[in-house]
């Protein structure tokens, strides 16, 4: 019987990215997979986690370009640990075991389903020749395949740097990233695009992505992410600052 974890584990045979010890499946081991941060209940348009005192609020009080985003685990150890050693320390075989992981959830997530194409979140070029990958396209790469969608790394590209954004905030993100990407009409008009990165933070890359593929006539963007940052100062309202 045709499982996601069976197909996973015949395309891509590997060791666990944690203990290295063989895994199938996914290509983690269960013990492994146990220590990830899950994503915590939240808004379903910009991921900021729910008041636990209020239940679900009636609708987004920021309401991110995009229409939908999911994520399956939180921005913390040792998922954080694995995430910079793909992004800084240059590792693409950690970036294929985080795509492969990504697609393992969302399949069992059963998400909603989208039939138009796979994009990834683009670097700009100055930072893709340094890091020699883009990780948000190696997330995205096992997710297309296993879904029998396009993926389009052309689709969308980085027109303006926005140097290093770890040490700022959202507004700073959102002046820095104002107009810094720009999607080709001629592969996103009429489509429902599935964009791809690794973290969502404060919202600002996704979002310079999202109106973008808006802007060029994509008729709906859904974002997907391994990971949602959750700032320790949350107070559980509806919205990313």
């Known amino acids: 019987m045709f499982t996601v974890d069976s197909w996973l584990a015949r395309a891509w045979p590997v060791e666990c990215p944690l203990c290295g010890l063989p895994a199938g499946g996914a290509g983690w081991c269960a013990a492994c997979v146990a220590l990830l941060p899950p994503a915590p209940a939240g808004c379903s348009r910009c991921l900021a986690p729910w008041p636990a005192a209020s239940g679900v609020p009636a609708h987004c009080d920021a309401p991110p370009p995009w229409q939908r985003a999911w994520a399956p685990y939180r921005y913390g150890w040792?998922?954080?640990?694995?995430?910079?050693?793909?992004?800084?320390?240059?590792r693409v075989t950690t970036a294929a075991a985080l795509g492969r992981l990504l697609t393992a959830c969302y399949v069992d997530a059963a998400r909603p389903e989208?039939?138009?194409?796979?994009?990834?979140?683009?670097?700009?070029?100055?930072?893709?020749?340094?890091?020699?990958?883009?990780?948000?396209?190696e997330l995205a790469r096992p997710l297309a395949t296993c879904l029998g969608l396009r993926l389009d790394p052309q689709a969308l590209r980085r027109v303006r740097g926005g140097g290093a954004q770890s040490a700022l905030g959202g507004a700073e993100r959102r002046r820095r990233l104002a107009g810094a990407m720009a999607a080709?009409?001629?592969?996103?008009?009429?489509?429902?695009?599935?964009?791809?990165?690794?973290?969502?933070t404060t919202g600002s890359t996704a979002g310079a992505a999202a109106e973008a593929l808006l802007a060029a006539g994509a008729r709906t963007?859904?974002?997907?992410?391994?990971?949602?940052?959750?700032?320790?100062?949350?107070?559980?309202?509806?919205?990313?600052?």
Do not use: W, Y
């Open 114 to 137: 989208v039939r138009g194409p796979v994009i990834p979140v683009p670097l700009h070029p100055a930072r893709l020749a340094r890091r020699g990958f883009n990780q948000a396209q």
């Open 184 to 200: 080709s009409a001629q592969r996103v008009v009429g489509e429902d695009v599935l964009l791809v990165d690794d973290v969502l």
């Open 78 to 90: 040792p998922l954080d640990r694995l995430i910079g050693e793909m992004k800084f320390a240059r």
């Open 221 to 241: 963007v859904s974002v997907v992410v391994l990971a949602v940052a959750i700032s320790p100062a949350a107070d559980g309202t509806c919205n990313r600052a």
